[in-house]
């Protein structure tokens, strides 16, 4: 899975942490109405109208209890269920700040350089594989290891 670099990730959590933010993206998805300091919309969970968004504090669900957070970023996995990396593309669209991934490098197994050595053993013993196997076996049937 491709990795966002660093400094673009800081960019985003940084930006999307204003209560406009929130209060866009949860209106994107729902209509929020206005009830004293706070806003009130369907919870995306349990679909009952207790999803309170109050700037400055957060968002909570008073039904279903499964929905809260502080931020744009924990609404999109809360709420909308989405997985990190969705939530960060999406909130990087809707920033406008562009994506630059870092360049992923193939992990050798831990395992490779055992095989290998294990390999390089049994070529410079002379012995096959079949060899060794046989071996093993026969001492393994015999009660004797």
């Not at 930006?15 to 209106?27: C, D, F, G, K, T």
């Not at 969705?86 to 920033?95: R, S, V």
């Not at 360049?103 to 831990?110: C, S």
Request: with cysteine; glycine share 6%; proline share 3%.
């Amino acid at each position: 899975m491709p990795k966002i670099k660093d400094d673009i990730f800081q960019k985003i959590m940084e930006r999307q942490n204003s209560n406009e933010v929130l209060l866009h993206i949860a209106e994107s998805y729902s209509e929020l109405r206005k009830e004293g300091s706070a806003y009130k919309t369907e919870c995306p969970v349990c679909h009952s109208h207790a999803l309170v968004i109050t700037p400055g504090k957060g968002f909570n669900c008073f039904s279903c209890k499964n929905v809260a957070g502080r931020n744009a970023y924990q609404y999109l996995l809360s709420a909308q269920q989405k997985t990190s990396m969705e939530a960060i593309e999406e909130l990087a669209h809707y920033l406008g700040i562009p994506i630059e991934y870092e360049e992923t490098r193939v992990r050798q197994p831990k395992t490779a350089g055992k095989n290998d050595y294990w390999r390089r053993m049994l070529e410079a013993s002379g012995l096959t594989r079949q060899d060794v196997t046989a071996k093993v076996k026969s001492e393994e049937g015999s009660g004797t290891v």
